[in-house]
């Protein structure tokens, strides 16, 4: 199945390069295809840490870490918001409040740390 996958990332890839179709998002291109894939080009001199896994993996897993502080927050949200106006509310409610103000925040600070 990965190699399927990655024989369908490298047929596609041009398109993305400079003079492609879509080279415009050559950037997301190369975050998705990094994300799934060790890149090709790695450091072997310097003062670097010879390991297998590279920043974007790093960051996969800090963001993974992140989830159940996210998921509090979201509750958070909605119990702070209930508590302040005084009406009683239950753990769904509290946390579907939290999701809808907090969602948005969330999903422009990702498309925006994608795009650059």
């Known amino acids: 199945m990965m190699k399927g996958l990655r024989n369908y990332i490298d047929k596609i890839k041009p398109q993305f390069e400079k003079g492609g179709r879509f080279e415009k998002l050559q950037s997301t291109f190369e975050a998705f295809e990094t994300f799934l894939f060790v890149p090709n080009n790695v450091t072997f001199k310097g003062s670097h840490i010879r390991d297998a896994i ?3 993996r790093t960051m996969s897993i800090v ?3 992140l989830i ?3 998921l ?3 509750w ?3 119990y702070q918001h ?3 106006i005084g009406e009683a509310s ?3 409610q509290n946390f579907w409040y ?3 103000k907090a969602f948005p925040i969330i999903v422009v600070s990702y498309v925006t740390g994608l795009a650059i």
Do not use: T
């Open 98 to 100: 939290g999701f809808i």
């Open 68 to 70: 159940p502080a996210l």
């Open 54 to 56: 590279d920043m974007k």
């Open 63 to 65: 963001v993974m870490a």
């Open 72 to 74: 509090f927050g979201m």
């Open 82 to 84: 209930f508590l302040s």
């Open 90 to 92: 239950g753990f769904w």
């Open 76 to 78: 958070n949200i909605g």
